[in-house]
């Protein structure tokens, strides 16, 4: 079993870059597919990144996803920071060990 | 349009059961896995369960595993979750989502609420 740790929150202004990590506590970051889904307040969450590093149609390609072997982690960045990309950003990874979805604890992203 | 929307959400007592239900439409349903995952409140995503697209195979969180029970009739293009001896801490608000490699495309949730 492992678990996926994430900042709780990040603040950036407009216009800026941010990015968010994911670290994976045990097990290779490299062995299976991450994605990151995001929920704005009172909302279902979406997917903007799927197997590391793919955009589903319709994110912009503002978004982007990475995996770093060397630290075991994986990260978002979202560049040219807009208001509307205030939200929760989650993290996740599947653990085959034992059949189990995992997700990270979220990070809160203010663009402010 | 691709949809899910969950139903059967209510204030249940301890100990208690309840079955939620999740009516998928706008794919072919019964070529899809599909997965339950619930959100404390003021939490993040938990994963609960997910059952493949024939029902032959289930997989389950360790926090539910032996007290809930995911099923699906694709005759119905349905989606199932028995929960049983239901806890404080099974308070949430409940998805459905359908799996592409990932979690494409999510419902709008219904709460259930463990409460005496």
């Known amino acids: 079993n492992f678990m996926l740790t994430q900042p709780h929150s990040v603040s950036e202004s407009p216009g800026k870059t941010v990015t968010i990590s994911c670290t994976r506590s045990s097990g290779s970051i490299a062995s299976n597919y991450v994605q990151w889904y995001q929920q704005r307040p009172g909302s279902s969450p979406t997917t903007v990144i799927y197997?590391?590093?793919?955009?589903p149609s319709g994110v912009p390609d503002r978004f982007s996803g990475s995996i770093d072997s060397s630290s075991n982690s994986a990260s978002l960045t979202i560049s040219g920071l807009k208001t509307e990309d205030e939200a929760d950003y989650y993290c996740q990874s599947y653990d085959s060990s034992n059949h189990a979805w995992v997700f990270g604890g979220g990070t809160k992203l203010t663009v402010l | 349009e691709v949809q899910l929307v969950e139903s059967g959400g209510v204030v249940v007592q301890p100990g208690g059961s309840l079955r939620l239900s999740c009516a998928a439409s706008g794919f072919t349903f019964d070529d899809y896995a599909m997965h339950w995952v619930r959100q404390a409140p003021g939490k993040g995503l938990e994963w609960v369960s997910l059952i493949s697209w024939d029902g032959g195979s289930t997989y389950y969180a360790d926090s539910v595993k032996g007290r809930f029970t995911i099923s699906r009739d694709n005759s119905k293009n349905s989606l199932y979750l028995q929960m049983n001896s239901l806890r404080a801490e099974d308070t949430a608000l409940y998805y459905c989502?359908?799996?592409?490699?990932?979690?494409?495309?999510w419902g709008k949730g219904t709460t259930v609420t463990v409460s005496s």
């Open positions: 197997e590391d590093n793919q955009r």
């Open positions: 989502a359908k799996d592409y490699y990932y979690m494409d495309v």
